[in-house]
């Protein structure tokens, strides 16, 4: 399978203009709204590291045998690209300001969530304006009932954005390799859906169920069957992730461009 050098996109421009300026400035504001917010939301992920969070609403709780996929994760982008990454992600909530201190979060299901609350809507309302990038999964693209559900609850926090495809023609299919199509678990559609804020990907919809091609044991074994690639399409569906995680550390850097000189040399050097 053809490993991709070079892919300028995620990294080289933008059309935001001097984004740590605004992300402090909307930060700021955000903290007079938000009481007992931690001083390092005003940063919102200044160590620069990945960390693929989970988010839970209502009373979900984060466990089964995904519960190891974020891990691996934050591994197969350090591995692949020596990019920061954190290996131990964790949980936060909907509600909590915890939620705006880093720029990514994702959240994933396999039925359909509850009505968010207020705090919640306003919570990921904030999360978003900060610049904030979400990753929904559907666990079950069978029958898209978690999908469909997030859809719902999301309108309600982004009552002007409806979600559109994206193909191969956007950045996250080449921030870091080049794919043609998204797959997952399953192979689902060719494209993801997105909600394009600035120009750029905010909310991204996937109906593959990634995080079941990512899930791994600590003894090695993975423990959910890809259909119907196998290996080759878990290969692909882990190629999408370090994809979304490139894109993730490089749109929040853009400005300064804190690691694109190291990660252009990498993928220079990756065969």
């Given amino acids: 399978m053809k490993r991709i050098a070079i892919a300028n996109a995620a990294c080289a421009s933008s059309p ?7 992300i402090t400035a909307i930060s700021a504001a955000a903290a007079a709204l938000v009481t007992g917010l931690p001083r390092a939301a005003l940063a919102f992920g200044e160590e620069g590291a990945f960390n693929p969070r989970v988010l839970l609403t209502g009373n979900a709780r984060w466990e089964g045998v995904r519960t190891t996929a974020p891990g691996r994760w934050s591994k197969e982008l350090a591995d692949r690209t020596s990019a920061p990454a954190k290996l131990g992600p964790g949980t936060v909530r909907a509600d909590e300001p915890a939620l705006l201190a880093e720029p990514f ?14 705090r919640e809507v306003s919570g990921l309302k904030r999360f978003i304006a900060l610049g904030g990038v979400l990753f929904v999964d559907d666990f079950a693209p069978e029958n898209g009932v978690f999908l469909r559900s997030v859809k719902r ?6 009552p002007e954005g409806s979600p559109i495809p994206i193909g191969d023609e956007n950045v996250i299919f080449k921030s870091f390799y080049l794919l043609r199509r998204a797959v997952g678990r399953v192979e689902g559609p ?3 859906e997105a909600i394009i804020r600035g120009g750029l ?3 991204i919809y996937s109906s593959h169920d990634l995080l079941g091609a990512l899930a791994r044991s600590p003894s090695g074994i993975q423990p959910i069957a890809v259909t119907p690639g196998g290996d080759r399409q878990r290969e692909k569906a ?4 370090v994809n979304v995680a490139m894109y993730v550390l490089c749109s929040s850097y853009k400005d300064d461009q ?3 000189p190291f990660l252009m ?7």
Avoid: F, Y
Avoid at 105 to 118: E, F
Avoid at 265 to 271: C, H, N, Q, V, W
């Fill in 16 to 22: 935001r203009v001097s984004r740590r300026a605004a």
């Fill in 105 to 118: 979060a994702l959240w994933g299901g396999d039925a359909a969530v509850p009505t968010l609350t207020d």
């Fill in 153 to 158: 609850e999301l309108a309600r926090v982004l």
């Fill in 190 to 192: 060719a494209k993801l």
């Fill in 201 to 203: 990907p905010q909310v």
């Fill in 238 to 241: 882990v190629r999408l992730a």
């Fill in 258 to 260: 804190v690691h694109a």
């Fill in 265 to 271: 040399r990498r993928r220079k050097s990756t065969p």
